[in-house]
Nanobody
């Protein structure tokens, strides 16, 4: 089992910044992908950004140029720097970690989420 603990959410005005952190513990593997999803009230959960252990990153189109994902493999931690925040970025942000078990079984673990609220 893997446990994920997020921090860094809060209330910020439009145009402001926040930095989210997520640290993994437990039965972690070196080969992995970590990242963030978010869910706004009444909406489905959407992928925001991800990062592999080799440093490859992906971003949702809506956050490109504003959000930056980074990581520290030794600390098993991933960060999400969020700049130029807008009210539509409001939601619960969930950290996840995917690990490959055997040759073809990916398992995803989730944090409990941290709330980000952007006021206009």
């Amino acid at each position: 089992q893997v446990q994920l603990v997020e921090s860094g959410g809060g209330l910020v005005q439009a145009g402001g910044s926040l930095r989210l952190s997520c640290t993994a513990s437990g039965d972690t593997f070196a080969i992995n992908t970590m990242g963030w999803y978010r869910q706004a009230p009444g909406n489905q959960r959407e992928k925001v950004a991800s990062m592999t252990n080799t440093g490859s990153t992906t971003y949702a189109n809506s956050v490109k140029g504003r959000f930056t994902i980074s990581g520290d493999n030794a600390k098993r931690t991933v960060y999400l720097q969020m700049n130029s925040l807008q009210p539509e970025d409001t939601g619960v942000y969930y950290c996840y970690r995917e690990q490959l078990y055997g040759s073809n079984r990916n398992v995803a673990y989730w944090g409990k989420g941290t709330l980000v609220t952007v006021s206009s």
